[in-house]
Structures are given as C-alpha cells and as structure tokens.
C-alpha cells in the first residue's frame, strides 16, 4: 500500500509539473507530448539506476562477507596456534596447579575456536535475496509508465 501511495505521488507530481508549465502560457498537444517523453525517460532512468543500485548492493554485501571471513579466519588461526602452544607447555609441564591453568586456558580457546568456526559457517551460508525489493521497485516503475502511457492515450484521443 505504501507504494502505491509513493507511486501515486509521483504520478502526481508529474501531472502538476504539466499543470504548472501550462499556466505560463498556452498549452499545445505537443508541449504535453514533449513533457511526457521527458517523464518516459525519466522512468526509464531510474529503472536503470535501480538496476545498478542492486548491483552495487549485491557486490557490497560479497566484499562485506568476504572480508568478515577473513577477519574471522585470521582469530580462528591464531586461537589455534595458541592452543598448540599451550598443549606444548602443558606436556612439559610437571607443576600440577601450572597444568590446570593450562588446561582451563585450552578449554577456553578451544571454545572460542568453535564459536569462531561457527561463525565463519554462519557469513558463508548466510545470503541475501534483494529480488523482493527489487521487484517492488520495478512494480512501480511499471505503474509510473502505465500511467504516463494512459495520459499520452488520452491526449492522442482529444
């Protein structure tokens, strides 16, 4: 519905935009026809930066998830080589208290790890699907350019 609304403006918009460029003098059938072909390319504009806006959306969020994954990763791999040095340390270990700290130490990195890993798997099986608001945006475009063309049928009749 709040589409429709926000198409509806804009079709009336442009019909007072006609409106107003009539008030200053005699209006012409080809002064309406010009000024709806203005508008047609105007649609036809904004369904092309549509187009390119939802490229750069969808190009933004790959580079936005790539470089989440790589931050991830990067931690998952140091978390890692921390575990292995703290599994060295406790192995040469021979003051119990010393490798119960190491060893609580472990468990905690090796928990961050997991919760690292299950991120990564998180960014990589998470996807967006634009097409619904692109759809929506193309809807109206296509009511903007009905509308245009029933104005341009109408003054073909008179």
């Not at 945006?137 to 009749?157: A, F, G, M, V, Y």
Request: proline share 1%; hydrophobic share 35%; aromatic share 4%.
């Amino acid at each position: 519905m709040k589409r429709y609304l926000n198409s509806l403006r804009i079709i009336s918009f442009l019909v007072t935009l006609l409106l107003v460029q009539s008030c200053d003098s005699p209006t012409t059938k080809a002064d309406v026809e010009k000024d709806i072909g203005k508008a047609n390319k105007a649609v036809e504009a904004a369904a092309e930066a549509t187009e390119d806006a939802m490229i750069s959306k969808k190009e933004y969020y790959k580079d936005h998830m790539e470089e989440a994954i790589d931050l991830l990763t990067k931690r998952s791999i140091q978390v890692e080589k921390r575990i292995s040095e703290l599994v060295a340390t406790s192995k040469k270990s021979t003051n119990k208290e010393a490798a119960a700290s190491i060893q609580a130490a472990i468990i905690a990195f090796q928990k961050e790890k997991s919760s690292l890993d299950r991120k990564i798997e998180a960014v990589k099986n998470q996807e967006q699907d634009w097409s619904a608001s692109y759809d929506d945006i193309l809807t109206s475009i296509t009511t903007i350019e009905r509308e245009l063309d029933k104005l341009s049928e109408s003054i073909e009749n008179n």
